[in-house]
């Protein structure tokens, strides 16, 4: 793409059809917004949440990241889950991994990157947690496989310590929390079998 002229026409084509199809569809749109789901994912370009899931505008409220993590201590991701869960009250929190995820590589291979090694330190984090399952594995992509998807698990024990999805649950509020993985070579997005719904739940992960 040598220019972004190809993305000005493309997004001109994208709402000509949807008002063609729903003419009001654009004036219903912003008068605001109240996604079932928050989608928490990795900012890899071939991972993108809608597109996967065929959903539309308002279907989502969405916080990408390298590596899909949720550390307590990021201001960004920390005030996305509280604006999802307090205010817009999301019934669905969906943390979606990738397999052949460059962040969760990197973290493993514990290259020095820069900046972003302070980042890839929480992945780290899970690796050390974890790292005779990871280590048991037989190839080096199940290795990598496996790492995926403890990042995800993990990610979904962070979600769920969060001071405000336990307040929500606390207050009897319909809040699922997913570990999902999303797989390049298939297109295919896998159930990681964790569900969360309550703070005894989480108290147990
Ligand atoms: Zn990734």
Redesign the pocket.
Same mark, same amino acid.
């Given at each position: 793409m040598e220019n972004l002229s190809q993305v000005f026409e493309n997004n001109q084509q994208w709402a000509d059809n949807i008002k063609q199809q729903q003419p009001d569809f654009f004036k219903e749109s912003a008068k605001g917004q109240s996604p079932d789901i928050l989608w928490i994912g !990795?900012?890899?370009s071939r991972?993108p949440p809608a597109q996967l899931t065929e959903l539309g505008p308002g279907d989502l409220f969405v916080h990408r990241n390298?590596?899909?993590v949720i550390p307590h201590s990021d201001i960004n991701s920390q005030s996305v889950i509280q604006y999802a869960v307090s205010v817009l009250k999301v019934r669905h929190v969906v943390i979606c =991994?990738?397999y =052949? !995820? =460059? =962040?969760?590589t990197a973290a493993y291979e514990d290259d020095n990157l820069g900046l972003i090694d302070n980042w890839l330190a929480n992945i780290e984090d899970v690796y050390r947690t974890h790292q005779d399952e990871i280590e048991g594995r037989a190839s080096e992509e199940e290795k990598l496989n496996r790492f995926c998807e403890l990042n995800v698990q993990e990610q979904v024990k962070n979600m769920s310590h969060s001071p405000f999805v336990k307040q929500a649950w606390e207050a009897g509020q319909d809040l699922t929390v997913h570990g999902l993985i999303y797989d390049l070579k298939s297109g295919l997005l896998n159930d990681l079998d964790i569900k969360i719904n309550s703070i005894e739940e989480a108290a147990n992960l």
């Open positions: !990795c900012s890899d991972v390298i590596a899909n =991994g990738h =052949g !995820c =460059g =962040g969760v």
